[in-house]
């Protein structure tokens, strides 16, 4: 794909979703910052949510729970976040992004160390995400000049919108692997320039369980760039293009 000068990338995330040991504690995965205190001064407890729906002698009842099942590294400075967490690891770049060399090296090096610490027993899911925010120049005449996943509205229907959602996904023939598409936009404020709009770009790998295997894992991750990559070439018009060039 065309490397642009100027990429639309808000935030780029690589994430892997793993079975660990039983015997694995949080002391274990907190035992992931030594070492990257310098890289990720600051970090966090990662909280999960539970919500339970229970129905007896006609009533029903909503419950919930949290729980700490990681934590989280980050360095503002550097625009980067890293988890470690009881089912897995992911590795955050904010914007400004470089190159996919660059991200790609330095997430490898921490999935190698969160291996180290935690011993998975398995890979089940493999996710490569970007999240990009286009700004269009207004007026617009037809979001269609840009962007090729906008729908068609009936004609009876007024075309101008002030919110819209649209989400897919489309699994790739005879793979475990799907492309999953969102996209809207920011509503601009009175007298804005620019309308933003958010391309939500996700490739991901899911199986029953995948060995735990750098080099397997990043050559997954070879293929979902390129899906994603393909996905973002397809979704967007020259006109659009011309604008990170």
């Known amino acids: 794909m065309e490397r642009f000068k100027n990429p639309p990338i808000q935030e780029a995330l690589l994430d892997i979703q793993v079975t660990l040991p039983p015997d694995v504690k949080l002391e274990t995965l907190k035992q992931f910052h030594a070492g990257l205190v310098n890289r990720f001064p600051e970090m966090q407890e990662r909280i999960s949510w539970q919500q339970s729906f229970q129905i007896a002698d006609g009533t029903h009842a909503i419950s919930s729970s949290r729980s700490v099942d990681g934590y989280l590294f980050n360095s503002k400075t550097d625009g980067k976040v890293v988890q470690a967490r009881r089912n897995g690891f992911a590795f955050n770049k904010l914007r400004p992004y470089s190159d ?36 269009l120049p207004l007026p617009l005449r037809d979001l269609r000049d ?11 229907l007024p075309q101008d919108l002030s919110e819209f959602f ?24 009175l007298g ?8 939500d770009n996700e490739a991901a790998y899911i199986a029953d369980s995948l060995n735990v295997d750098t080099e397997a894992i990043w050559s997954k991750m070879a293929e979902l760039r390129e899906l994603k990559n393909k996905a973002f070439d397809a979704s967007l018009t020259e006109k659009t293009k011309a604008l990170f060039r």
């Open 100 to 135: 996919w060399d660059t991200f790609s090296a330095e997430a490898k090096e921490l999935w190698q160390r969160y291996v180290a610490i935690a011993h998975p027993e398995s890979v089940q899911r493999v996710t490569l995400r970007y999240l990009n925010r286009i700004a």
């Open 146 to 156: 840009y962007c090729l996943l906008f729908p068609d509205l009936p004609p009876t």
């Open 166 to 189: 649209l989400r897919v996904v489309l699994p790739l023939p005879n793979t475990p692997c799907a492309s999953i598409i969102t996209l809207t936009f920011e509503p601009p404020s």
């Open 192 to 199: 804005a320039s620019v309308l933003n709009l958010i391309l």
